[in-house]
């Protein structure tokens, strides 16, 4: 379909806006924010509405709305204070105010049927519909209680890539009997569907959660949590330990939903299999070759998609750090470029700033990267990748003190993450740079705990003892290293404990071990 109006022409098959037979550069979704208006002048529609017909119904912050508001008026040369085309109608939402004349829709060129647009390409990503915590009781506590539940966690589960949170959760609000997982599927097409309840019992709030996979109403995971204390304490603790929970089964739902998956390869299927595959495996020399491999192939089957480039850059990036990619400088160049690609296709995703962010702080260009990162955040607080990543380039930009808040903080929003143990030894490295010699042990031993697979946390752990002159801790956490990664290498310790600590703790090792 070819929409035009006053100097501009909209071309919804190709993708593209026109100015005087100019192309414009576009994000994706700002392009189908102008395309949806122009379709509809002179139509108010209200933010919920935008969001359930331009983000598929997915949980997204006002400010990304108005962030997205503001690039497509710059993009057709309006602004928030002329509003010569997109008009905002007070207390009720945007209207677009302009003479659009309609052309024939466009077809494909060999079959002759219509084309399909990128954005409806994109509505097989895996979905969720998070019914309202219902409170089992008339208190006012369980009432507020069960309200911040459901608010709070459709904000944070914005973070998990493609997945569709659908907006049409308080449209089962005041039902008295929910409908069946399958019923939901039915009627929305959701993958999955998350029901809970919250009841005071003593004194002590009982949150029951459950996960179930909508098309075949088989329940996937449940589990009971049991908070105290006032509602915003409750709230606080209930929030994290339903997260801490429930993100890894949603990405073990998600790797199999597309494991089953029996369509042609495309772009953001590979890239769910490369981005479910790091959460579970976690972040080791083989998951980052074969992510890698896999989100080469995802970019290029799908170019336009700024996910693929954007977690490519971060992989690249931090291999090439801490020296897990063969050639580093080639990872660099191949990071940069990526990271590059994927600003320019979508500069208004969190997920995407987050990743490409990260990217370039790993590069050596932390000055580039922290508005990035601040703009991440700010898209999106829930977060926690960008915030450990904005602690990192604080850290490489020698703000020792607000980095390592900002890495505590990312860590804290999301307590059982699969990447806890890479941001505690980025932690542990730190809090060795600022002299907290104790900190770092306790932090370097959580980071081993929780992965152990990972040789990062074992030479960070090693560096910590010998901070402290604990000699034969330092050895014994050293080998630990070696066993997990034969083949480490000097360039490796120096780059996550710097030249100086790095050699004085290779020298424990004995010569007839050593392979440098």
């Known amino acids: 379909m070819r929409l035009s109006f006053d100097d501009f022409v909209i071309d919804t098959t190709r993708y593209e806006l026109r100015r005087n037979d100019q192309p414009c550069k576009l994000e994706p979704k700002v392009f189908d924010l102008i395309a949806h208006f122009a379709q509809h002048p002179n139509q108010v529609f209200s933010r919920e509405q935008l969001v359930e017909l331009l983000w598929n119904g997915r949980f997204v912050s006002d400010a990304t709305i108005s962030t997205c508001i503001k690039s497509a008026r710059k993009a057709i040369g309006d602004s928030g204070a002329a509003q010569r085309y997109i008009q905002t109608v007070r207390g009720r939402g945007f209207r677009f105010y302009a003479g659009v004349i309609r052309d024939a829709p466009a077809t ?283 602690g990192a380039a604080c850290i490489l930009h020698q703000r020792l003190d607000e980095g390592i808040a900002h890495i505590r903080h990312g860590i804290a929003i999301s307590p059982l993450d699969s990447r806890l143990s890479i941001w505690g030894s980025v932690l542990t490295a730190s809090l060795l740079l600022s002299g907290d010699y104790e900190d770092a042990l306790h932090q370097g031993q959580l980071a081993c705990q929780r992965d152990d697979h990972n040789f990062m946390a074992r030479v960070v752990l090693a560096g910590a003892y010998l901070a402290r002159n604990e000699n034969q801790q330092a050895h014994a956490a050293l080998e630990d290293a070696y066993r997990i990664k034969p083949d480490l290498s000097r360039l490796q310790v120096h780059s996550l404990l710097g030249r100086d600590l790095g050699e004085a703790l290779l020298k424990l090792r004995r010569p007839t071990t050593g392979n440098f």
């Open 108 to 390: 494909n060129e060999i079959s002759g049927q219509p084309s399909k647009t990128a954005a409806s390409d994109r509505n097989d990503d895996p979905s969720l519909l998070v019914l309202p915590f219902r409170p089992l009781s008339d208190q006012p506590e369980s009432i507020q209680l069960a309200s911040g539940l459901t608010m709070e966690l459709l904000a944070i589960l914005t973070r998990i890539p493609l997945l569709r949170l659908s907006a049409r959760t308080h449209r089962y609000a005041d039902l008295e009997v929910t409908p069946s997982a399958r019923q939901i599927h039915e009627d929305l097409g959701v993958n999955f569907v998350l029901e809970s309840s919250v009841q005071l019992v003593e004194g002590h709030h009982h949150i029951n959660v459950g996960l179930a996979d909508a098309r075949t109403g088989f329940r996937l995971w449940s589990e009971r949590f049991v908070v105290s204390g006032s509602v915003g304490a409750a709230l606080q603790e209930g929030v994290v330990a339903i997260t801490a929970k429930l993100e890894p089964q949603l990405y073990r739902a998600i790797a199999r939903l597309v494991g089953s998956v029996d369509n042609e390869e495309n772009g953001r299927s590979l890239f769910l299999e490369a981005s479910s595959m790091l959460a579970l495996k976690g972040w080791h020399h083989d998951s980052f070759a074969k992510a890698a491999e896999i989100l080469r192939r995802s970019w290029q089957c799908e170019p336009e998609f700024a996910l693929a480039p954007s977690l490519l850059s971060l992989v690249l990036g931090f291999g090439h750090r801490v020296g897990l990619l063969e050639d580093r400088e080639q990872a660099k160049h191949e990071a940069l470029k990526a990271a590059e690609m994927s600003l320019e296709l979508d500069s208004l995703d969190s997920t995407v700033l987050g990743y490409s962010g990260c990217a370039l702080a790993d590069i050596g260009q932390p000055d580039r990267a922290l508005p990035i990162l601040r703009n991440a955040i700010e898209l999106n607080p829930a977060n926690a990748q960008a915030w450990a990543a904005l």
